[in-house]
C-alpha cells in the first residue's frame, strides 16, 4: 500500500496535538471560571465587617465580641459625686487618677475592692463624667466589658488603640473562679505582651476580692500544688498588675445615716427628721447590712410611699 506524501504525513499529527492542546486550555479556563463563581458567591455570604465606630455618639459604650461591636449608652445610670458618702479618700484617689490620664499624663490601672454595696461602681461611673465636666476637650470614653467576654479583651484593645479618644475600659464584679484561665488575657492586656496596653486606654475593674479570686481557690491550690508557692503566686499576681488599690469597707452607723440623708435632700422628700432615723435604721435591721445600696434602697421605697420622683424633672418640680 503506497504510503501518503510527506507533507500530508506531516500536517496529521500537528492537527492531533493543536485539538489536544484546545480541550486542555479550555478545561483549565473552564475550571478557573467555577472558582471564581464560588469565590464570589462566598464573598456575597460572608458577613461585612462591622463598620468602625462612631465614639461621636456617646461617652459610654457597651463592647459585644460577638460581632466585634460596640453599643452607644444614651444614658449611664450614675448617682452625683455628692451623694457618695463615706469614702471621701478612695474617691479623691480615683478622680485625680482619671484627671491625670484625661490629660494626657502616666496614669494606674485600678482595682475598687471590698464590702458590697459601698458604691465602687458607682464612683468608677462618678469619676468619669466629673473628668468629663471639668475637662470636655479630652472627650474621655467609657467602655464596659461583661466579666465574661474578658477573654476578648485583646480584639477590643485593637478597636481602641488606633481611635484619637481615650477610653476607660471598665469591668464591675470582676472575680474568677476554679479552672477560669480567662485571667491570663487580663494579665497579658494590663501588663505584658508584645503590644502592651494602648496608651489610650486605662482599665478599671471592682471586685468583692482584694485578689479577685475565691480564698478557697487560693487555699486549694496551696495545698494540692507540687510547689505551692509557685502556683499561688501565678493566680494571686493578678491583682498586681493593678497600680490603684482602693479598698472600700463597711459603713458605720453615722455615715449610712449620712447617705441616707443626702438622697432624701437631694430629692427634696420631705419627711421628719427622727421618723426618718428610726425607719432608716429599721431598714437597715432586717437586710442585716448597713451600706450605701441599702440607703439607696430605703429611700427609693419612702419616696415610692411619699408620691415623690426620683429624677430630674422631679427634682425640678421641687425646686419651684
Known amino acids: 500500500m503506497a504510503s501518503p ?5 506531516n500536517r496529521a499529527p500537528k492537527a492531533a496535538v493543536s485539538g489536544s492542546a484546545r480541550e486542555r486550555f479550555s478545561g483549565e479556563s473552564g475550571a478557573d471560571a467555577t472558582l471564581e463563581r464560588i469565590a464570589d458567591a462566598l464573598e456575597r455570604l460572608a458577613p461585612h465587617p462591622p463598620p468602625a465606630p462612631d465614639f461621636s455618639a456617646a461617652e459610654a459604650f457597651v463592647w459585644h465580641p460577638e460581632d ?49 454595696g459601698m458604691g465602687k461602681s458607682s ?37 481602641l488603640r488606633q481611635a484619637p479618644q481615650r477610653f476607660i475600659v471598665f469591668c464591675d464584679d470582676l472575680s474568677f473562679e476554679a479552672e477560669d484561665t480567662s485571667y491570663k488575657s487580663l494579665k497579658t492586656m494590663l501588663e505584658g505582651g508584645i503590644e ?48 490603684l488599690w482602693l479598698g472600700f469597707h463597711r459603713c458605720s452607723q453615722d455615715e449610712y445615716l449620712a447617705m441616707v440623708e443626702g438622697y432624701v435632700a437631694y430629692f427634696h422628700i420631705r419627711i421628719a427628721a427622727a421618723e426618718l432615723r428610726r425607719e ?20 427609693q421605697d419612702l419616696a415610692g410611699r411619699l408620691g415623690v420622683r426620683m429624677d430630674d424633672a422631679g427634682r425640678r418640680t421641687a425646686d419651684r
Open 68 to 116: 466585634r461591636g460596640l453599643s452607644a449608652v444614651r444614658r449611664v445610670n450614675r448617682v452625683e459625686m455628692s451623694l457618695l458618702r463615706g469614702i471621701d479618700r478612695v474617691r479623691d484617689l480615683l478622680v485625680e487618677n482619671t484627671e491625670r490620664f484625661a490629660r494626657g499624663l502616666p496614669a494606674n490601672n485600678a482595682l475598687l475592692w471590698g464590702a458590697r
Open 123 to 159: 464612683l468608677v461611673k462618678a469619676a468619669h463624667a466629673a473628668t468629663n465636666s471639668a475637662h470636655p476637650a479630652a472627650a474621655l470614653k467609657l467602655i464596659e466589658i461583661h466579666r465574661e467576654d474578658i477573654e476578648s479583651l485583646p480584639e477590643l484593645m485593637g478597636l
Open 196 to 243: 502592651g496596653r494602648p496608651e489610650n486606654v486605662i482599665f478599671y475593674a471592682t471586685s468583692n476580692r482584694r485578689h479577685l479570686m475565691a480564698r478557697d481557690m487560693v487555699e486549694n491550690e496551696r495545698s494540692t500544688a507540687i510547689n505551692p508557692g509557685e502556683s499561688v503566686e501565678e493566680k494571686v499576681s493578678l491583682s498586681d498588675r493593678f497600680g
Open 5 to 9: 506524501p510527506s507533507n500530508l504525513r
Open 280 to 299: 432608716a435604721l429599721e431598714w437597715a435591721t432586717t437586710r442585716g447590712a448597713r451600706s450605701g445600696r441599702v440607703a439607696w434602697q430605703y429611700v
